[in-house]
């Protein structure tokens, strides 16, 4: 079955270190591909998509994205974190299947900031 | 500001009672969605709807039922059918092209027991 792994539950990370998330889906051809990210107690936020062309895509409040067709991976990275990134990040991803559209989640990655 | 307005933010059910969480958006969206969510399982679709006056069910639709009586409003409903109502209720809209367009998602309703 067609499937979105994020396998790190919970990730820490200092203030102004980088940051991957990591992503990985399972479907023969090329999915669309979303992160969220969910602040406590509230609904979720788009952070960037890849629909098609350049693998590399920009995001809001510096969040990049790279999709790898070879490793079926959708990676989200940051240079630099900030106390505000802390929150919960998805990634999501549209499969198409027999004509019908599909849209799954992950589980999330819980993203703590310490100073 | 266009957005999405869910109510109420907490939400308290007695046993064998059903009860109406409300999503209202002005962005003008023809999609609307609704969305469970459990700690440590994601997002898991319940109903949406691509027009008024028609909906599908989702992943998990037993138990909820909704309307789309207009666009700006899809009230989801969750009876006594559903046996474990507690979880964070999210609502969400899109533009057409159905799920490949990017989703707005409203603050979330909380759902407790009694």
């Known amino acids: 079955a067609q499937s979105v792994t994020q396998p790190d539950i919970h990730i820490t990370v200092s203030e102004g270190a980088s940051l991957e998330l990591r992503c990985n889906y399972s479907y023969g051809a090329t999915p669309y591909l979303f992160w969220y990210v969910q602040s406590p107690g509230q609904g979720l936020q788009l952070l960037l998509k890849y629909f098609s062309g350049d693998t590399l895509v920009q995001g809001i409040k510096g969040f990049e994205a790279e999709f790898k067709r070879s490793q079926s991976s959708f990676n989200l990275r940051k240079p630099s974190v900030h106390w505000s990134d802390a929150a919960e990040y998805f990634c999501a991803v549209v499969i198409f299947d027999f004509g019908n559209e599909k849209l799954t989640f992950g589980t999330g990655t819980r993203l703590t900031i310490i100073p | 500001d266009g957005g999405i307005t869910q109510s109420p933010k907490y939400l308290f059910r007695k046993e064998g009672q059903n009860v109406t969480l409300s999503c209202e958006q002005n962005l003008n969206h023809d999609a609307m969605y609704w969305y469970r969510q459990d700690p440590g399982q994601g997002l898991r679709l319940i109903y949406y709807s691509q027009i008024v006056n028609d909906f599908q069910k989702g992943d998990i639709a037993e138990g909820y039922s909704v309307s789309r009586e207009k666009k700006e409003s899809f009230p989801l409903t969750v009876t006594s059918a559903q046996k474990n109502p507690t979880a964070f209720y999210l609502c969400?809209?899109?533009?057409?092209?159905?799920?490949?367009?990017?989703?707005?998602f409203g603050d979330g309703t909380r759902l407790s027991i009694l």
């Open positions: 969400a809209s899109s533009i057409p092209g159905f799920l490949a367009q990017p989703q707005h």
